[in-house]
């Protein structure tokens, strides 16, 4: 999940552009545009920090440690839910899918599935290792959480079904 400074909203606008207002802390949407649900979540996912944080600044270490289990278990069904919250499948008519950390979209025939071999489009880092043209990847999970700017998927790897 995307919790890097600078998040934005990136919730579809009547223009259809992304929204562009920054994301503070666990928020999923702006104001304008987070539902009841995306508050809860992330009222809920901060309060999970906070009891974190007094946790740990408590001296009882047997008391401490459970309790940090049983935050770290929270936190990570927090995370998975907003994660669920935050998950969108579809991008202007095109599928998006995550090839290891990234976000793309596939504008081709047919819906891509997870473990689908596919062509990616070239980058910097790509072309210093292997030199220009596209890059084999493995759909690694169907939707994404990011917001922001997705390529796009060139096409199915040769050989692939
Ligand atoms: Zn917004």
Same mark, same amino acid.
């Given at each position: 999940m995307e919790?890097?400074?600078?998040r934005?909203?990136?919730?579809a606008?009547r223009?259809?552009?992304p929204?562009?207002v920054r994301?503070?802390g666990?928020?999923?949407?702006c104001?304008?545009?987070?539902s009841?649900?995306?508050?809860?979540l992330?009222e809920?996912?901060?309060r999970?920090?906070?009891?974190?944080f007094?946790?740990?600044?408590?001296?009882?270490?047997g008391?401490?440690?459970m309790?940090?289990?049983r935050l770290?278990?929270?936190v990570? =069904?927090?995370?998975?839910?907003l =994660?669920?919250?935050s998950r969108y499948?579809?991008?202007?008519? =095109?599928?998006v899918v995550?090839v290891g950390r990234?976000?793309y979209?596939?504008?081709?025939?047919?819906?891509?599935?997870v473990? =689908?071999?596919v062509?990616?489009?070239?980058?910097w880092?790509?072309?210093?290792?292997h030199?220009?043209?596209?890059?084999?990847?493995?759909?690694t999970?169907?939707g994404?959480?990011y917001?922001?700017?997705?390529?796009?998927i060139?096409?199915r790897?040769?050989g692939?079904g």
């Amino acid at each position: 999940m995307e919790r890097a400074e600078g998040r934005t909203c990136g919730r579809a606008t009547r223009s259809g552009s992304p929204c562009k207002v920054r994301l503070h802390g666990a928020d999923l949407a702006c104001s304008r545009h987070a539902s009841e649900q995306d508050r809860t979540l992330a009222e809920a996912y901060q309060r999970g920090w906070n009891e974190g944080f007094q946790a740990a600044s408590r001296s009882s270490e047997g008391l401490q440690n459970m309790r940090a289990e049983r935050l770290e278990r929270r936190v990570a =069904d927090l995370e998975r839910q907003l =994660d669920e919250a935050s998950r969108y499948y579809e991008y202007g008519g =095109d599928q998006v899918v995550e090839v290891g950390r990234y976000a793309y979209r596939w504008p081709g025939l047919g819906r891509l599935e997870v473990g =689908d071999r596919v062509l990616l489009p070239e980058n910097w880092i790509s072309q210093m290792k292997h030199g220009p043209g596209p890059v084999e990847g493995v759909v690694t999970k169907l939707g994404a959480t990011y917001r922001g700017e997705l390529s796009v998927i060139i096409g199915r790897a040769p050989g692939a079904g």
